[in-house]
């Protein structure tokens, strides 16, 4: 089995029986999605929520929005079915306190709102997420199975 490491603002796929994996979402977003047939996995590791607020975006992968197109597009390409796709999500930390009602604050709330509303508007179903809350996660999909696993310093792994 092989580890495949995803960078921030980065994404790839895996077919079963490797494991893809990201560190230190904190405000970001891990998306995973995964095709229970044809065991082939993708992760995302998502920074900002839209890729129309900014200029010279040619980092597709760090926004919700293009970066979840680019990872169904590899997907399909690698031999997975666009209907059977399902979703996972976590991340989307409030890492700073920000007084007022900051949009910098609130990014990774923004974030994890921006990745539903694309899995949504592609028709790829939400099987779990574990976003909010103050603390970073590192994120693990294993291929094989279809868990992903969550980790968190001083917090017990979570597998959804």
Known sequence: MATIKVGMADLNICKSPDM???LGLGSCIGIALYDPVTK???LAHIMLPDSTQM???TNIAKFADTGI????KRMIAAG???SRLVAKIAGGAKMFEVSGLSAIGNVGERNALASKAKLKQMGIPL???DTGLNYGRTVELYTETGEF???S??????TI
């Open 40 to 42: 082939i996995g993708g």
């Open 127 to 129: 099987k779990a997420e």
């Open 153 to 158: 310093v001083g917090k017990t792994v979570k």
């Open 55 to 57: 200029r010279n975006n």
């Open 20 to 22: 893809i994996t990201t």
């Open 69 to 72: 197109e680019e990872l169904v």
């Open 80 to 82: 997975a079915s666009k």
């Open 149 to 151: 696993r969550i980790k």
